[in-house]
Structures are given as structure tokens and as C-alpha cells.
């Protein structure tokens, strides 16, 4: 599978821009003055779908082939969400496989949008193996949430916008979870700016890549339950995103549960932004101070927002 540089973020961008929302990039004084520098929230939470996936999955959507062919794919939620809308924009019938617990705020998205929804898999990884098996056997396009070039080079489109929304940027802060929206940022922004410093977040309950850069590649791991649901599951053995990370990102921190929920709330509350689990998980590190912003400007992306009203509720309780 080829590799993404960064003329195919550049690429992205222009194919995009007129069909996805340039999101806002905002100051919270609280996180600020927690960490004695700049934080600026980037709310991915006002993109289309309400998450940063509409960029990667309509980015591959207008390079699918031509053919008509069923456009199939496996997530967490919001990778389906946006492929659906993106199939629905195509006028392309799409299948997507979910795990079975999957928030209903994302599957009901995916199924108003026009996709058929397959959500029987006990976790992410199944339902990975059950969406190969059929696009395989229906001579479908599959479109990875995290492994494909195109998905890689959509999200990477954040690193600009966020480079021309502030030019005095030092460091990024993102979620991990396949690598596909880091991976596709660290690219853009130390190709821009080689000085920047982009910092990964993962969930302790799922930290594929903090096992990976110890191991020097990709091992398997033990997957726990964490509220982080769309950063969690292991990864591809060969995914094209382990050497963008490898190479272009400064470092990759865990956070606890107890950190994430703390950033939901947070955000909610102090910054009246709604947030997943997934989407709040770089807010934990500045929260928990797993990172230190000392004196840094920084961008911290709010990733996602699709979190079902009962779940917020709870937390907040």
C-alpha cells in the first residue's frame, strides 16, 4: 500500500475544502492557566458529522473507483458516520460494520444516512475481520478508518488549517487510535514546519503505539474497555501509519480513564463543548499535565462529539 506525502495532504485539502467545514480554533483561558501557556482548542466537534473523519472518508470517497462498485468499511462509529454521508454525496450504496455496542448516536447516523449497518461484532477488531471478509467476497471497495492513503491525507488537512488559523503554533497535541489522523498531521506539520512539535495521546486501556515505539514495531496488545471507544483495538501489523508515527511524531503519552472522563466534563462544563470519549483524550493529557505546556502555544484537537445524551448525562452526574 503506498505511503503519504505531503502533496497528497495538499491535494486533499483543495479536493475538500468546498464540502467540509474549516473548523474553529479557540482559547480556553481555564487550560491555559492551568498549563502557564497558550491552549487553543481545535473543534473538530463542528466538523460535518461532527467529527475530523469527514475529511479522510470523503477525501477517499471522491478518489473511489469510478465503477459503482458497494463501498464497504469497519469503525468504531464515526469512521461509518462519515463514510456514510460521503457514499450518500457519491450517490454510493455502502455497508458498514460496527461492533455491537457501538454508541447509538453514531450507528442511528449511519443508518439515517442511507447506509446498511452491520453491527454484530463483539469489538472493533471483528468487526475489521467480518468488513475484509465481505468487501472481499462482494467484490466491494474497502475503505480503512486509519490504513488507507487517502483517509491519512484527509485528516492531515487539520495541520494546515491549523497552521494558517495560528502561524505561532509549537506544538500539537492529538488522539491516537489506528494512527490515521496523527499520522497524517505529524506529515503536514513537520513538513511545514519541522520545529513544530506534534504529541500523541493514547488511552491507557488501548496504547498500541506506546507498545509499538518500545518494541520498535507493532505488537500486539491487551485491549481493556475504556469510554475512549473510537481510539480502541490493536492495529494493523503493516499499517501504513506505524512509520508516519515512527518518523514524525515527537512523542506519545497515555491517560487514564479517570483523565478522559475528567476531560469530558471539562469540556462540557468550562468550555461548553460536547465531547467523546475519543474526542476529549488530548484535553486529558493537559488536564492530568501528562504533558508539559509550559511557555508552549498549543493546539489541542477536540476530535469528536457523537457521544450518545445518556452516556454525557452520567458523566456529568
Excluded at 488511552?203 to 520498535?216: P, Q, V
Aim: hydrophobic letters at 50%; charged letters at 20%.
Amino acid at each position: 500500500m503506498p505511503g503519504v506525502i505531503l502533496p497528497d495532504v495538499l491535494s486533499a485539502r483543495d479536493r475538500i475544502a468546498p464540502h467540509v467545514s474549516k473548523t474553529p480554533l479557540v482559547r480556553s483561558d481555564t487550560l491555559s492557566r492551568l498549563a502557564l501557556g497558550e491552549i487553543l482548542l481545535k473543534l473538530e466537534t463542528e466538523q460535518i458529522t461532527c467529527s475530523f473523519k469527514a475529511r479522510g472518508a470523503l477525501n477517499a470517497l471522491m478518489q473511489a473507483p469510478p465503477d459503482g462498485r458497494l463501498i464497504v468499511t469497519a469503525s468504531a462509529g464515526n469512521h461509518g458516520r462519515a463514510i456514510a454521508w460521503a457514499a450518500e454525496r457519491a450517490g454510493r450504496r455502502a455497508v458498514v460494520f460496527t461492533p455491537r455496542h457501538a454508541p447509538r448516536a453514531k450507528t442511528d447516523a449511519i443508518v439515517a444516512h442511507g447506509a446498511e449497518l452491520r453491527a454484530e461484532a463483539p469489538d472493533y477488531e471483528d468487526a475489521e475481520r467480518q468488513a475484509r471478509q465481505f468487501a472481499a467476497a462482494e467484490d466491494a471497495v474497502f475503505i480503512s478508518p486509519y490504513n488507507h492513503p487517502h483517509v491519512i491525507a484527509g485528516a492531515g488537512t487539520i495541520a494546515i488549517e491549523l497552521l494558517e488559523q495560528q502561524p505561532a503554533l509549537d506544538t500539537i497535541l492529538v488522539p491516537i487510535g489506528g494512527g490515521g489522523l496523527i499520522g497524517g498531521i505529524a506529515l503536514a506539520a513537520k513538513s511545514l514546519r519541522p520545529s513544530i512539535r506534534v504529541v500523541g495521546v493514547e488511552s491507557e486501556a488501548s496504547s498500541a503505539f506506546t507498545a509499538a515505539l518500545a518494541a520498535g514495531h507493532i505488537v500486539p496488545i491487551a485491549v481493556a474497555p475504556t469510554i475512549a471507544d473510537g481510539l480502541g483495538g490493536n492495529v494493523e501489523p503493516e499499517t501504513i501509519t506505524w512509520p508516519l508515527i515512527r518518523d514524525y511524531v515527537d512523542r506519545v503519552v497515555t491517560v487514564r480513564e479517570a483523565d478522559i472522563i475528567a476531560a469530558v466534563r471539562h469540556l462540557s462544563t468550562c468550555e461548553q463543548v460536547t465531547a467523546e470519549g475519543a474526542g476529549a483524550t488530548a484535553v486529558a493529557a493537559v488536564l492530568s499535565k501528562a504533558v508539559d505546556l509550559r511557555g508552549c502555544f498549543a493546539a489541542v484537537l477536540v476530535t469528536g462529539g457523537n457521544i450518545d445524551p445518556l452516556k454525557l448525562a452520567e458523566l456529568l452526574a
